[in-house]
């Protein structure tokens, strides 16, 4: 299953099944599971962890280092979870000391050609990358979330689950669940209500997540009144617990 023109260090640990490419490149402290295809040309440094089911096409780049003028060679992480397809010239670095030490993607994701994973970030599962998404350090996605392409989002910025960014949108501050967002800088302009049905959203929830929309963006009050409307139909919603908790927790403060 590796081809006789691949590079495997002798300290990397794949699974029986996994396939590797002519010419690719697979260095020490790296563990890849089983079902794993990684195409020609491409590269991974550890230490990094790749779960099982993944497609790796060719000239990707995996757990190399961050390009980070602070990091000094320290072991930090990339560790990848399961059925994720990274298309040709994906980048996706390892983590900083000056975080948490490691970048994490989940589950059933999808990156396009050209995008980019900076360091310490966190992907959760389910999401699509179009061509040439960029992200910078620290940036934490939700799950379900789309990305347009040569959409970018700045370092420490969060984007909510379910939410949608358009093509070429540029984000400076948090992004709440279920929000579609577009521009330069990016502000918001709908709920991602067609995404939410295909995931199987009622249409009494999606209701519930516009009028929830409406207060925070459409009726002149301050975030905290609008936070303190929401808060009776939070208590008994948890679509609307996540939109609330979100926004409170925001130290960005959010798209608007």
Same mark, same amino acid.
């Given at each position: 299953m590796i081809d006789s023109h691949a590079i495997v260090s002798p300290r990397a640990q794949l699974a029986a099944d996994v396939a590797v490419g002519p010419f690719s490149v697979i260095g020490p402290d790296v563990r890849i599971g089983p079902g794993t295809i990684v195409g020609p040309h491409v590269?991974?440094?550890?230490?990094?962890?790749?779960?099982?089911?993944?497609?790796?096409?060719?000239?990707?780049?995996?757990?190399?280092?961050?390009?980070?003028? @602070?990091?000094? %060679?320290?072991?930090?992480?990339?560790?990848? !979870?399961? =059925?994720?397809v990274f298309r040709e010239s994906c980048t996706v670095n390892r983590g900083t000391i000056h975080d948490r030490g490691v970048t994490r993607i989940g589950d059933d994701n999808l990156f396009m050609a050209y995008s980019h994973v900076a360091h310490d970030c966190v992907v959760g599962c389910n999401t699509v990358f179009a061509n040439c998404v960029s992200l910078a350090g620290h940036v934490e996605i939700g799950d379900w979330v789309i990305l347009g392409g040569l959409s970018a989002?700045?370092?420490?910025?969060?984007?909510?689950?379910?939410?949608?960014?358009?093509?070429?949108a540029i984000v400076t501050r948090d992004v709440p669940p279920y929000i579609m967002v577009a521009g330069n800088h990016a502000v918001p302009h709908?709920?991602?209500?067609?995404?939410? @049905?295909?995931? %199987?959203?009622?249409?009494?929830?999606?209701? !519930?997540? =516009?009028?929830?929309?409406?207060?925070?963006?459409?009726?002149?009050?301050?975030?905290?009144?609008?936070?303190?409307?929401?808060?009776?139909?939070?208590a008994q919603r948890p679509e609307l617990r996540l939109f609330v908790d979100f926004i409170r927790s925001s130290t960005r403060s959010i798209v608007r």
């Open positions: 590269v991974i440094n550890g230490p990094t962890t790749i779960g099982a089911g993944n497609r790796i096409h060719q000239f990707a780049s995996l757990g190399d280092a961050p390009q980070d003028k @602070k990091y000094g %060679g320290e072991p930090t992480r990339l560790e990848i !979870g399961d =059925r994720n989002v700045h370092q420490h910025c969060r984007i909510g689950a379910h939410a949608f960014l358009a093509g070429g709908a709920v991602n209500s067609e995404g939410l @049905k295909r995931r %199987g959203y009622t249409e009494e929830q999606i209701r !519930g997540i =516009r009028e929830a929309y409406r207060l925070i963006y459409r009726c002149d009050l301050r975030l905290s009144e609008a936070l303190e409307r929401l808060e009776p139909a939070a």
